[in-house]
């Protein structure tokens, strides 16, 4: 969401300079700082995100005498007047897989339904997300806006981005931010290539990352590196570098990983429940959620290899800011 939410103000103020940008958020808004667009740091936490999606983003919009108030999630204030609000929908895991959330979060969640059926309108992130907006929020006004897929343009190159040909083993690039990314499923597959590979598993941390170590030495992989999170300019370094990108995920809503690999010709492994291949179509190589299969489509990119991909005029960020204006705009 973060990401959505840089790309989003950032696509605006380059492509509507004209227009002013009243933006309220945790910390690292204050990049989106500038000529045209006035910033709002709120703290971090459950309780100030609630508040600050429920009520104060409301206030703040009605003394600023707003024409709009968009909402990067799922929550957008009702202190609004509703023709004028507009909310964004990413994904329905907590639908789709409740196992994976605590009872509290799922008891939080069932608010968004409310919040999406009482907007003016609500931003569907992709076809995917858009059927099951329509399933488990029938009477909202969805509006299919897909992310863009160029934001990899903005990237600062870089000498670490790199690698030449033959310069150590293959890199395969994956992720353990939550559970449903399944690292556990990367690494069986991995150990089944019989490949030497550096496999980067990212957003890891404390007890989950022990596990993971612990697993890959179990399977005997020497290569494997978990390092937490990670800045920005390595995690964009990481991409250009890698050889595959894989995500073995449960569900998706849409999938940044997959358009910013695709943007420098990576290619990048899905699996066949995470909704990915219904979005981004013969942009990835799909595999059955089991490590024999895994294995084989990571073998397969990493024989075959770079290729170049287009992003289409109509799938950029400019092109998802011009939809979102649109709203705005017509209040519906």
């Not at 840089?6 to 958020?25: F, H, N, S």
């Not at 907590?94 to 999406?116: A, D, I, K, T």
């Not at 089944?192 to 890891?204: E, H, K």
């Not at 059955?288 to 770079?306: F, H, K, N, Q, T």
Request: one cysteine or more.
């Amino acid at each position: 969401m973060r990401s959505y939410a840089d790309e989003l103000v950032a696509a605006w103020r380059e492509t509507y300079p004209q227009d002013e940008l009243l933006v309220i958020g945790y910390p690292f808004v204050r990049a989106h700082a500038g000529v045209g667009t006035e910033v709002r740091v709120r703290d971090e936490g459950t309780r100030s995100r609630i508040w600050g999606q429920w009520v104060v983003s409301g206030l703040a919009a009605r003394r600023w005498r707003a024409d709009a108030l968009v909402s990067v999630s799922s929550v957008v204030s009702p202190i609004f007047p509703r023709p004028r609000r507009v909310c964004t929908v990413h994904d329905w895991r907590h639908r789709v897989s409740p196992q994976e959330f605590s009872r509290g979060q799922r008891l939080y969640r069932r608010s968004w339904q409310w919040s999406l059926e009482h907007a003016g309108a609500t931003v569907v992130i992709s076809s995917k997300t858009y059927r099951e907006t329509v399933r488990f929020a029938p009477r909202a006004r969805a509006r299919l806006i897909e992310n863009g897929r160029d934001h990899a343009r903005r990237w600062a190159t870089s000498a670490r981005s790199s690698r030449d040909a033959g310069d150590g083993p293959p890199l395969v690039l994956t992720f353990g931010h939550f559970p449903n990314k399944r690292p556990e499923l990367v690494l069986d597959a991995v150990a089944r290539t019989g490949r030497d590979v550096r496999l980067v598993v990212l957003g890891a941390r404390d007890a989950y990352a022990a596990e993971l170590k612990h697993r890959a030495r179990t399977l005997g992989l020497d290569g494997v590196e978990l390092p937490g999170f990670v800045a920005a300019e390595v995690y964009q370094d990481l991409v250009r570098a890698a050889d595959v990108v894989v995500l073995a995920s449960s569900d998706e809503g849409f999938g940044l990983p997959v358009a910013e690999a695709g943007y420098f010709g990576v290619p990048c492994v899905v699996t066949a429940d995470s909704g990915l291949a219904e979005i981004h179509g013969d942009r990835v190589l799909e595999a059955g959620p089991d490590p024999d299969a895994l294995a084989a489509r990571i073998s397969e990119a990493l024989v075959g290899g770079r290729s170049a991909v287009a992003v289409p005029s109509d799938s950029t960020w400019a092109a998802t800011v011009e939809g979102v204006r649109a709203l705005c705009s017509t209040g519906r």
